[in-house]
């Protein structure tokens, strides 16, 4: 009975305990199971699902790697929120923090009428005091803000040179905005005219630290232009512009698309101003132009509302007679037309022709025929306001049965030739040719607009001028040398590397390579050697080709970034040109080059001087006579030849004794002021008259080999259009002295002093001679 009682105490005693084992148990899971889903909903609630819980009893262990050292801070704060924090275990990790990127710096300055303001971040160690009293000098007292701030920072790699550049640029501009960045400067700037935006664009790239990228966005006003010009012509080089003016940007685009319909060619260009006579400009021009591709040669000029379209004498009477009809009947309101059909050449004479040559070192040769002692002169006194005082050599001759109106086309013939920086200009009775060479893409049309101008819209011009880039002013591309010596410092800078024992470059060099690039496309035009050099390490053999292989992949590098390489040589050295000492890590480094090396100081694939040379009529200054020859026409074309006519079509009084007719003698001084203002000041200037005549003795001139340049090119295409009779001119005696005009009296040297008479050539023109 004990026993049995005993059994069933033990058997109470053990159920008893599992049953609290297994309330215990359940109780604890159920506590871990309800802990750990609420701290996982707040946490995903708040956006912190990166923590991983655990729960272990009471416990809550949190695991995980946190962004950053707060963010597990506010995570085990949440977490706390829901348990008590007795029972958190913190297992977590935070990311290593990275060290503070430096603050970019910059500058931005604003110049006005106003004053200066500054605004940006600088480095601490930038002399604000310094900078201040530089722009208040520019600004006056007062008027500088001053919004910048400052970082004790070190100075990022190209601020100092920016810096520097910006603000001098700013003292430059006085209506500007610059913006200043490590290696680089922006510029924004208003003009008040094209010219001073091509100057301030030529000064800014000149003065450009190497190493420092330059964004100009330069503004000018539409330039006013007067008179309104176009002038088109069709022959055998085909169509083209020689001047071309549009009021808008639709009418720009009018007249080009009429300009191509007439055969023209490759890049056009057409310059957009002020000053139109109608807002049906590009109509009209459009329609001159349709009209001369219909006759298809010829050329057309308008100056303002005047057209003038002269066909060539190859083109049929019927075709003109149609298609100059309908032009003339659709035209807007308020232009003319004047049409001309050119008669086939006939056999002439000598014609009287005066030719000025402009050689590359700026003196100017003048020869050929002038009309009188007084013209020549002017004309020289003209020239040497033109060109300077030194640079004139003048051997002329004075020709009194000269057309009316010479002096007058002579001077605007120089005045055209002042737009080039090389080339000549030859006068004749029908026609102006100008060619040479130029550094403004705008020099045919401002030659072109002078010259109507002067002349009429009528008046026959042949142009011939190129446009040579390295002339321009604005773009101040460097010379051979100096291109060789911004490769080499780039190179120095930051050296182009190579792979171990190979040729091929890491991509890291791209900088460098760009860098190279933009230098190189200012520098096409020269001859230059891509030279590769290596150490002593390897073989000879060896070495020799990869040097080779290592400068050939730097050009094919340079072709990649759309260089034209043409110019360019790929050589390798080597170990045979160490500039330090092989046997150290330093030398051998030193000695794994590439280095760039000109060939020819001379640029290669320029434009080539176009010199027109003097025609078979033309007076040859070095035939000495005491009387200017007479017979300068055939009697019959000058019997057979109409008057000659001025600018507006109206015909020319007959010329006195001199060979200008009375109004034309007080021309030079009036009628054309913009031209000939300075030749009339000249000759005011003169000795102290004491006789109004005019002395017709001409010196007898010097020899061949005294009269003429040695580099004066001959070979040009000369123009089919044979030049017709000049004017009647009426012998003295036809112009009585009481019908004359009272002349002018104008103090005349002898003949042994005239300024006229050929002087001895100037030092550097080398030798005369035709």
């Not at 750990?36 to 995980?64: F, Y």
């Amino acid at each position: 009975m004990r026993a049995r009682t005993t059994a069933l105490t033990a058997t109470a005693f053990v159920s008893a305990l599992v049953l609290c084992a297994f309330i215990a148990g359940g109780s604890a899971t159920i506590i871990e199971q309800r802990s750990r889903k609420a701290v996982r909903l707040v946490l995903e609630a708040n956006g912190h699902s990166w923590a991983q819980v655990h729960t272990d009893g009471l416990q809550v262990i949190l695991l995980g790697t946190a962004p950053s050292e707060a963010e597990r801070f506010r995570t085990v704060t949440l977490v706390s929120t829901v348990v008590d924090s007795s029972r958190i275990v913190d297992n977590t990790d935070a990311v290593v923090a990275k060290a503070i990127a430096p603050p970019d710096f910059s500058l931005q300055l604003l110049r006005n009428d106003e004053g200066i303001s500054l605004i940006g971040l600088v480095p601490k160690g930038t002399d604000r005091e310094a900078l201040m009293k530089r722009l208040t000098a520019l600004a006056g007292e007062g008027n500088v803000t001053d919004m910048l701030e400052s970082a004790e920072y070190p100075v990022p790699k190209g601020w100092s040179p920016a810096f520097e550049f910006g603000i001098a640029t700013l003292e430059k501009l006085p209506r500007a905005k610059v913006s200043i960045d490590p290696g680089a400067v922006g510029v924004e700037a208003i003009t008040d005219s094209a010219e001073e935006k091509a100057a301030v664009e030529a000064q800014l790239n000149r003065s450009r630290p190497s190493g420092v990228r330059l964004d100009a966005k330069i503004s000018a006003p539409r330039p006013v232009i007067t008179p309104f010009t176009l002038r088109f012509l069709i022959d055998d080089e085909g169509a083209r512009f020689d001047a071309c003016s549009a009021d808008t940007v639709r009418s720009r685009a009018t007249i080009l698309t009429a300009a191509r319909k007439a055969g023209a060619m490759g890049d056009l260009d057409c310059t957009v101003g002020m000053g139109a006579p109608s807002p049906q400009w590009g109509e009209a021009v459009g329609m001159a132009l349709g009209a001369l591709g219909e006759l298809g040669a010829g050329t057309v000029t308008i100056s303002d509302a005047d057209i003038s379209l002269v066909a060539a004498d190859t083109v049929a009477q019927a075709s003109y007679d149609k298609i100059v009809g309908e032009l003339e009947s659709n035209l807007p309101p308020v232009f003319s037309l004047k049409a001309e059909l050119t008669k086939k050449a006939e056999a002439a004479g000598s014609v009287p022709e005066f030719t000025a040559l402009l050689g590359e070192d700026g003196r100017v040769e003048l020869r050929g025929r002038v009309s009188s002692e007084r013209s020549r002169e002017a004309l020289e006194s003209f020239a040497r306001a033109q060109f300077g005082a030194d640079a004139i050599y003048a051997a002329t001759l004075v020709d009194a049965d000269l057309p009316q109106g010479w002096p007058l086309r002579t001077m605007t013939a120089l005045e055209a030739l002042d737009m080039l920086n090389s080339g000549s200009v030859t006068v004749t009775p029908q026609l102006i040719r100008l060619s040479g060479l130029t550094g403004d893409k705008q020099a045919t049309d401002k030659a072109a607009r002078i010259l109507s101008q002067r002349l009429g819209e009528d008046a026959r011009i042949e142009l011939s001028v190129k446009y040579d880039q390295r002339l321009d002013e604005t773009l101040a591309l460097p010379d051979g040398p100096e291109c060789v010596a911004k490769l080499n410092a780039i190179l120095t800078a930051s050296k182009v590397t190579f792979e171990p024992a190979s040729a091929k470059i890491p991509e890291d060099n791209a900088p460098q390579l760009d860098a190279l690039a933009r230098i190189m496309k200012q520098c096409q035009d020269f001859r230059m050697e891509v030279a590769g050099h290596t150490d002593s390490q390897g073989g000879e053999e060896g070495n020799l080709r990869l040097s080779q292989n290592r400068a050939e992949a730097v050009l094919d590098a340079l072709r990649a970034r759309r260089v034209l390489v043409g110019n360019l040589t790929a050589k390798g050295y080597g170990e045979t040109r160490p500039i330090a000492d092989n046997e150290t890590e330093e030398g051998r480094e030193a000695n794994r080059r590439i280095e760039f090396v000109l060939l020819d100081a001379e640029p290669v694939n320029v434009p080539e001087p176009v010199i027109l040379p003097l025609s078979e009529g033309a007076l040859d200054a070095e035939e000495p006579t005491e009387d200017p020859p007479q017979e300068m026409l055939d009697e019959s074309a000058i019997e057979d030849a109409a008057p000659m006519e001025d600018a507006h079509g109206e015909p020319m009084p007959e010329a006195d004794e001199e060979g200008l007719a009375p109004e034309a003698e007080t021309s030079i001084a009036d009628d054309s002021a913009p031209v000939t203002e300075q030749a009339a000041e000249a000759t005011e200037e003169a000795a102290p008259a004491e006789d109004a005549q005019v002395v017709e003795e001409v010196a007898p001139a010097e020899s061949p080999e005294d009269t003429a340049p040695e580099d004066v090119v001959t070979e040009v295409e000369e123009t089919t259009e044979a030049a017709e009779p000049a004017t009647e001119t009426a012998p003295a005696e036809a112009a009585p002295e009481e019908t004359a005009e009272p002349e002018i009296e104008i103090p005349v040297r002898p003949a042994a002093e005239s300024p006229g008479r050929p002087k001895p050539r100037p030092a550097g023109l080398g030798p005369a001679g035709n």
